[in-house]
């Protein structure tokens, strides 16, 4: 609007145009970080129902500050953990929005049930409460049929509406010019069917205020997978990530409190107590003092953010992790990283995405198989070392053939693949082909480093393939220690779970076996776990030791086709009808050898691997090392013979009577071990 006032007294001039500009300005809005404790009440957690104050989260403040109305900055990003309340910054933000500057507000999400879940356990609750508190009614209360009111996907208010929005559906992301924008769990964004990138259409949105720069989005995500791309550039690098490196990269300082040098406390210098999360610290990477969780609330209450990239076009960004939250303790920290090692547990990428809000950085989570190869050692098949304490073996069984790894495992879940096989032939007869191969190799000991013969303790063999079930289960009835299994997808999932009965039962047949048993194990943890120590550097990389969990191959075990078949899925995400959803993916046909593997250890794991006390341990190393003079002088007297198997009535001829080389077998009776009932 240009008003002339030609001719007119300056003075009057003056008068007339404040007049005018006090009379159309609106009077300046509040800001966003002054709004947020007279408005947003907790609507979960401990402090439920209380305001929310900047004290629990005081690292939100400066990120607020930058979602005010007032600042300039047209996109703002989190990089994040989970517990950390950026989530109900996100939404009290559209809150503000609607009350002191009411415009359109487009909140996009990955998929219906993460919207569904917001609206239903966060947003409406908190329009509730904020409604209730203040007295303020901003949001038209829900209306089922009339146009006028909010339906659950459109809020609305006078002056705009607040849309949410399933970021992997086009026609959500289409439609009316909007101003403000919230990019929720964005890493989780797929492109869609058609090459369509989601954000860019959601950008499409936004068209009409570029020019003028008067839009603001707010992108926040806890991070998805590294590609390994420096800049966050690749395709399929996580998306919060490539935002987050083209920002100024903000990471919340504190003061250490014994020689106040400012940090960010980072993963490398976390002093994890396993045995005693409890007493988890953190070391000062100044003056080595050990920070208590008692010494870094108060150190986070006065912390604060420092850019690390610097430029013109770098928008504000902010990385915030369990170790800057208040909802989190260094014992929380603790226990989370326990849980996601576990089998069962997420592994490196939940610890990394959940924990550090950080891009797991796996290749498509599994190594390259050339990296493997190269640290391959030279230890002889088929001869377990002395740290070599639970011996087992998985089985994945195909029409044409049996593959089957033997694996054994120490005290601190470091395994040495011991010996890889195929047996060839027909598959449908558990008595004959490829079944009987197994069940030779099976009946012979191996041998261990001082020489005594050492029996597989358990075997899995894979009953998953509905046209080898029953031969899976019958095998293993015949067999000691033997367990057909199923493999289960799915997060949370136990390692190997309770056993279903099954009848067995051939087409047109009578039951012709009678009942036995299939265990159930649950392959994600499993995988999540082999990957991320297949990912672990040890001595073959110039580390000072072998870290737990860490994974030992031999040239004279491990071929090339070997680790193709280890390394032959990823975990990834996608969206299927419209559905998020995370599996395995088969990068190769064969995968076989990373079945047999998973099932070896899901064996490892029902003979306790993570759940006996050292004492155990210690229990099966005196059982199974002999003093030196007895070695020396009579390898045979630890030796016993085998007990024997049960309901193996159709037993063959190698099981019976073990052969010449190996004519002897320690007795498998003789390890402790866990009852079901008490994991
Ligand atoms: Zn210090």
Known sequence: MTIHLQGVHPGAAALVASTLAAAVRPRPPIAFRDWLPENVVLVDGPKKGELWSLEDAPYLGEIADCLSLEHPATSVTVRKSQQTGVSILALAWCLYVAETAPDNVLYALPSIDFLQDMNSQKLSPLIDAWQRETGKEIIFPSVSRSGAGSTIYEKRFIGGTLALANANVATDLSGKTTRYGVKDEVSKWQTHANGDDPETLFFGRFTAFRRTKTYKIFELSTPELDTGDELGEADGHCRIDRSFKRSDQRFWNIDCPECSFSQKQFFENFLLDRAHPHKS???????????????????????????????PDRHPGFHVDAFDSLMMSYEAIAEDIIAHSRPGGLGEKGISNLVLGLPAKLKGNAPDHERLMERREGYEEGVVPAEGLLLVAGADIQHTGIWCETVTFGEDRQSWSLVVRFFEGA?????????????????????????????????????????????????????????????????????????????????????????????????????????????????????????????????????????????????????????????????RRDNHLLDCRVYAMAMAERLGLTTMSSDDWAEIRARLRPSSQIDLLSPVSHVVKAAPRPAAKETSKAEAEPSDEAPAMSAPAERPRRKWGQR
């Open 427 to 587: 598959t449908d007869d558990p008595s004959r082909g490829a079944w009987a191969g197994l069940a030779e190799f099976y009946a012979r000991p191996l041998t261990d480093t001082f020489g005594q013969p050492r029996m597989i303790e358990a075997i899995a063999v894979d009953g998953s393939d509905g046209g080898r079930m029953n031969q899976a289960l019958e095998w293993a009835r015949r067999h000691r220690d033997a367990f057909a299994i199923k493999g289960q997808p799915g997060r949370g999932v136990p390692a190997i779970g309770l056993p279903s009965k099954t009848s067995i039962r051939k087409t047109g047949k009578r039951k012709r076996f009678g009942s036995a048993m299939l265990w159930p194990v649950g392959t994600w943890g499993l995988k999540s776990e082999l990957m991320s120590n297949l990912h672990k550097p040890g001595l073959a990389a110039g580390e000072p030791a072998d870290p737990p969990g860490y994974c030992h191959f031999s040239a004279n075990v491990n071929s090339k086709e070997y680790f193709l078949q280890l390394t032959a899925e990823a975990f990834v995400a996608g969206v299927v009808k419209g559905k998020f959803k995370e599996e395995w993916k088969v990068l």
């Open 281 to 311: 610290r953190y070391t000062c990477e100044h003056c080595g003092h050990e920070i208590s969780e008692i010494e870094r609330v108060p150190a986070v209450r006065a912390g604060h953010f420092v850019a690390s990239a610097h430029g």
